[in-house]
């Protein structure tokens, strides 16, 4: 009957050993007062690099947001995405995701370009920072990119719209000056051909 006890024990024990976690003292939120209430946080230990913390309150709240080189950009410019936070230096691991869905081509680093964007690659990004004080994750950042193509195929078709109006008006008012010019040639060749034509002889009376 004592065998019962003993097993009991060793079972809790291995669930505490489980259970807790060396976490380094960066990560934690120091009890400074020695406080002995049980919502408490363990004391840190200067000398100590990390602290057995079961209690998820007793992490800091670390910050992750993306900061950009420009949320609106025209197709064929470059974006900068940056992964920013304020965790410690420790092992830090950064993951991308586009719409929810991960980026594995150059979304390993704190820094993530965008070359050359196209359409495409409008849509909402976001980081996570996983490190030995936990995984944090941004909030969402808008990424536009605007196609200038169309506009700019308007924008031709108008001014060659615009030049063959011109040119034809331009082409109407020479044909009209040529002609007005024409008929004026004309008048004056008849002017001269009855100028120089010889006076009809008149008979005398006898």
């Not at 100590?48 to 950009?68: G, M, P, Y």
């Not at 944090?136 to 506009?151: I, M, Q, R, Y």
Request: glycine residues 4%; charged residues 20%.
């Amino acid at each position: 009957m004592r065998e019962i006890p003993l097993y009991v024990l060793l079972g809790h024990l291995l669930i505490a050993a489980v259970g807790s976690a060396c976490v380094p003292v960066q990560c934690l939120k120091c009890n400074i007062k020695e406080q002995t209430l049980a919502d408490s946080c363990p004391l840190c230990n200067t000398t100590a690099l990390c602290i057995n913390a079961t209690k998820s309150n007793c992490t800091k709240d670390f910050k992750v947001f993306v900061n950009s080189s420009g949320s609106v950009a025209n197709a064929g410019q470059e974006i900068t995405l940056t992964c920013c936070h304020d965790l410690p230096n420790l092992n830090l691991m950064f993951k991308w995701t586009k719409d929810k869905n991960k980026i594995e081509e150059r979304g390993n680093g704190s820094k993530l370009v965008l070359r050359k964007v196209t359409l495409r690659q409008s849509g909402t990004y976001s980081c996570s920072v996983t490190s030995p004080c936990g995984t944090f994750k941004s909030l969402p950042h808008d990424v536009t990119v605007n196609d200038n193509s169309v506009v700019i195929l308007v924008v031709c078709g108008v001014a060659a719209l615009v030049l063959v109006v011109i040119m034809g008006m331009a082409m109407k008012f020479k044909l009209k000056r040529d002609n007005v010019k024409h008929k004026e040639r004309m008048r004056q060749r008849a002017q001269a051909a009855q100028s120089s034509s010889p006076a009809p002889i008149t008979p005398r009376d006898s």
